[in-house]
């Protein structure tokens, strides 16, 4: 190992390996003193992600604030008024690579009153972490993150048990912790659940395995974020193409050229496959898949890309394109679970703007169902209200058809934005039933 | 059973394509800020993939301090001709003889500051209501926060506490008249991500990101190009190295490293065992701890 300006060596740095990497996007979600920002600081570091500038900066604001240690949090903490006052009000997203997956970390506070980063930092995660302190076990915080991560259908769930080292290590302690957490957790819909004991201070289990926890058998937790089987997490059976724009290049080369971009949010997608263009309900094929090096054999989600038809449909922004045969729901009255995030609380007969795929409309809020109470997941059906950060079921009228999907069946199609007309603020995320 | 899985750099060029698709059917005149650095290069590249066959539906904005590398302007006007795309500049001189900004003194004087100014200006005078930027999260902490969708006042500024939420892929770009957005396609990329993107689609960049010899002098730990805009003191020694880029910005603030990086492989290499942010190197972050977000809440980019 060579040093010099800075920069040195490390052997065997293969660029075409990296060309093949996954993507992972995890979410933590935590509060204050339960260890998340130490936990992602070791990750981060014991991944060689901190650079020595970085590292300079937070030993040397340490240093100012007159603390002892190194204060990793200041890694994770970016704007002025979280660093002065200690506590992370946003989402943040932060990023580090192995040699397998790459990974995009959305660190969202734990507090209750931040449940909305907890949504926005959960609706484009491939798992979770939920950190549970060994000496408290499971509380109301753990059900939240928990309801939240079912809610959103982040397919995989990773339930980090963390300060092992201040339970003497125990097995005990772990197991009553799993027993605890799968008994409350049968209420959910989560789907793929696991649990590692670590301690993120000291590093046990986080990178490497624990020599204080041989009882533990199972993967650290940055295996467990490396081998996590994450190829069925899109839906890759319902043909779905919601229409972005029309590509028209009125161009002598591509004189006729009629193309529809969008993201493939379903299926797999191949010429001659047989389709239906959705208001109109006309049928066509797929006459060819194209990028900028030419025809694609196969697209699925989430890839970008251009298909033409082979009929002339007048078709635009907003519409969509299915596979004959497998037509998602259809309607104007929605029923989903939202979460509200605006301080002015729903109003129930009140007029909305709506956007669901590449489709804006409008809405009015036909009824409150019920308000969940997210620390014990009780359905409160006298509540007609929601307010900041509340969840709950609501039932909706827009103003045009949707085409869509359940979205536990396909985040993509089932999922909607509330704006409130007067602020254009996004103040609703809704998952349709 | 055959996989169906993307590439990090697929997804991550896939989630770009999008957002860019997003930005030319919601605003009524969006554009693309190229600044001829790295980033805002792969954003040409990503729209001209984007709306294929068709031309870029926006124009590309170069806001000039006018302490280029010439090596920047030339690698802009190559580009400009190749894609076919429109060119609109707007000279940090003229805001400067408009007296609406204030050339800095004293010896470390640069323009970068003033680039704000003349940002806002050009934004005004073309009407623009979204400005794309090649700015990425892992640059700076207070671009960890940022949103794909970034929503300004009037006056161009960015609010950090009142940021709209975004989820999904659903980006909510509604706003009243005369305010505007600055879209970030590019934010889940990291350096190196960019870096591997170069290689895989064999895109041209300019000579400065390669290993060359420049006279070069050492400030404040930083080694900078001995242009026509940077005042030599007498303590100072100029000397010929070898050296490349890590960013390309304003001549008088932006840093070379030693290197002898020659080709897109041993630059991928370098990145990958470097131990120092590519800001490390930008004297504009290093004035204080939050200049970034200052910065930025002023309507820099």
């Known amino acids: ?433 | 059973m055959v996989s169906y899985n993307l590439s990090h750099i697929r997804e991550l060029e896939s989630e770009s394509i999008f957002v860019m698709r997003e930005v030319a059917a919601k605003f009524q005149k969006p554009a693309l800020l190229f600044s001829g650095g790295k980033d805002s290069i792969i954003m040409v590249h990503l729209a001209r993939k984007a709306f294929w066959p068709a031309r870029i539906p926006f124009p590309l904005v170069h806001v000039d301090t006018g302490h280029n590398f010439p090596e920047t302007i030339e690698y802009r006007d190559w580009l400009v001709g190749d894609t076919k795309a429109e060119l609109i500049i707007g000279l940090v001189q003229d805001s400067i003889d408009r007296g609406t900004a204030i050339e800095e003194k004293g010896q470390n004087a640069s323009r970068n500051a003033l680039q704000t100014v003349t940002l806002l200006e050009t934004l005004e005078k073309y009407k623009f209501d979204a400005a794309m930027g090649g700015a990425r999260r892992d640059e700076e902490k207070a671009r960890a926060k940022e949103r794909f969708f970034s929503h300004r006042d009037e006056f161009g500024q960015w609010d950090p506490k009142n940021q709209r939420p975004e989820l999904w892929n659903l980006f909510n770009a509604r706003h009243q008249f005369g305010e505007h957005f600055r879209v970030f396609p590019i934010s889940n990329w990291t350096e190196m991500d960019v870096w591997q993107y170069i290689l895989l689609e064999n895109i041209p960049i300019p000579s400065l990101y390669f290993a060359h010899q420049r006279e070069v002098l050492e400030r404040d730990g930083m080694l900078l190009a001995k242009t026509p805009y940077i005042t030599v003191r007498e303590t100072e020694k100029v000397y010929t190295d070898t050296v490349r880029f890590r960013t390309i910005g304003d001549a008088t603030c932006t840093g070379a490293i030693e290197s002898s990086a020659s080709t897109l492989e041993d630059i991928i290499q370098e990145v990958a065992s470097t131990r120092i942010t590519e800001r490390g190197g930008r004297a504009d972050d290093k004035r204080s701890e939050t200049s970034m977000e200052d910065r930025k809440k002023q309507g820099y980019f």
């Open chain 1, 1 to 433: 190992m060579s040093s010099q300006n800075g920069i040195q060596e490390v052997e065997e740095f293969d660029s075409k390996g990296y060309l093949d990497m996954e993507l992972l996007r995890f979410t933590t979600a935590g509060s204050v003193d339960d260890g998340k920002s130490t936990l992602i600081g070791r990750l981060l570091y014991d991944s060689k992600s901190i650079f020595e500038d970085q590292m300079e900066a937070i030993e040397e604001s340490s240093k100012r604030r007159g603390e002892e240690k190194v204060n990793l949090a200041l890694l994770t903490d970016g704007l002025k008024a979280e660093r002065e006052q200690g506590i992370t009000i946003d989402v943040a997203y932060r990023y580090f690579a192995t040699p397998r997956r790459k990974f995009i970390i959305a660190d969202t506070p734990g507090h209750i009153q931040y449940t909305r980063n907890m949504v926005t930092g959960a609706s484009t995660a491939n798992l979770a972490i939920i950190l549970v302190d060994a000496r408290n076990g499971i509380v109301e915080q753990t059900h939240r993150h928990t309801f939240i991560a079912s809610l959103l259908q982040i397919p995989h769930v990773v339930v980090c048990i963390n300060k092992m080292d201040l339970v003497d290590y125990k097995e005990e302690v772990y197991e009553r912790i799993v027993d605890q957490f799968t008994d409350f957790s049968a209420k959910l819909d989560t789907k793929d659940v696991r649990f590692i004991p670590i301690s993120a201070l000291n590093g046990d289990n986080v990178v490497d395995r624990s020599p204080n926890m041989p009882w533990f058998d199972g993967p650290t937790l940055l295996y467990t974020l490396e081998h996590v089987h994450i190829g069925s997490d899109y839906n890759h059976i319902d043909a779905r193409f919601p229409v972005q724009t029309v590509v028209r290049p009125q161009s002598d080369e591509f004189h006729d050229f009629r193309g529809y971009a969008g993201r493939i949010a379903g299926g797999i997608w191949k010429k001659g496959d047989r389709v239906v263009h959705l208001p109109s309900g006309f049928a066509t094929k797929v006459a060819s898949i194209v990028d900028i090096n030419g025809e694609i054999e196969e697209a699925f989600a989430p890839m970008s890309v251009t298909l033409t038809l082979e009929d002339d449909i007048d078709i635009s922004r907003g519409d969509m394109i299915v596979r004959e045969n497998n037509m998602p729901e259809e309607g104007q009255d929605i029923e989903l679970m939202v979460c509200w995030m605006s301080e002015t609380p729903i109003q129930i007969g009140g007029k909305y703007s709506v956007q669901h795929t590449t489709r804006e409309t409008r809405c009015v809020v036909k009824d409150v169902r019920y308000k969940v109470d997210i620390n014990n997941l009780h359905k409160l059906e006298d509540q007609k209200s929601l307010g900041l950060n509340d969840i709950g079921r609501i039932s909706i009228r827009t103003t045009n058809r949707l085409f869509y999907d359940n979205y536990r069946r396909n985040r993509f199609t089932g999922s909607l934005i509330i704006i409130d007309e007067a602020t254009n603020n996004t103040v609703g995320a809704g998952m349709i039933i």
